[in-house]
């Protein structure tokens, strides 16, 4: 074959070599391992016990996460939570539309009766004991008529170091701190739950 016959090949094989050459670069810079695609970032729902919209003493939230670090928390109402979290509307923490409160058996948040399947709850009374794991009165003034109960904080403005331990199976580590994704829920299926109440109130 004459040289000039082989200058037509030379311009391919020169950029195969490069291709080759800068993938097994890639490949000893990575020890051999593959690829693995980029994190990125997640929205959940998440709840926290600070005082939060219309004076309610919750705040809820859509939490975006990324690598398991809060970057954003968007707070939103009591009623947008119990729509977006039966997947009844559209909710960036809940695109595939589940109902969690089935999925986590938050009891409180689910139809009563033996047949409950397609059927959803406007509000979920579970919300109005969320305050007493931080508090043992009622901060509030109250209204006429309006008999809260009392609260099951140890202590007057916060849950004792024995009930924060406690809250540490959620994710809150301090009473600011927010119960994100799965541990929101499991949150709201335990408060709803009297045994673990008591648990939480007396300590065994």
């Not at 959940?44 to 219309?54: E, K, R």
């Not at 859509?62 to 939103?76: L, Y």
């Not at 509030?140 to 202590?155: S, V």
Request: proline residues 6%; charged residues 20%.
């Amino acid at each position: 074959m004459r040289s000039a016959d082989l200058g037509i090949f030379a311009g391919p094989v020169m950029r195969a070599l490069r291709i080759s050459l800068l993938l097994l670069l890639l490949l000893v810079h990575s020890g051999g391992r593959s690829l693995e695609p980029a994190p990125y970032a997640v929205s959940v729902f998440g709840i926290s016990l600070s005082t939060g919209l219309n004076n309610q003493l919750y705040t809820i939230f859509i939490v975006k996460e990324f690598e398991g670090q809060v970057i954003q928390a968007d707070p939103i109402t009591r009623e947008q939570f119990v729509l977006q979290a039966q997947g009844i509307v559209e909710s960036r923490a809940n695109p595939a539309r589940e109902n969690f409160f089935r999925k986590y058996e938050v009891s409180l948040c689910v139809p009563e009766g033996p047949d409950t399947a397609g059927r959803y709850v406007a509000d979920c009374p579970v919300f109005d004991d969320l305050w007493k794991l931080r508090f043992w009165d009622y901060p509030f003034r109250l209204q006429e008529g309006q008999h809260p109960g009392k609260g099951w904080a140890e202590k007057r403005e916060a849950p004792s170091p024995r009930q924060l331990l406690l809250l540490t199976n959620y994710g809150i580590m301090h009473a600011n701190d927010i119960a994100r994704g799965e541990n929101a829920f499991h949150l709201l299926r335990d408060v709803g739950d009297s045994s673990w109440v008591d648990n939480y109130r007396k300590g065994y």
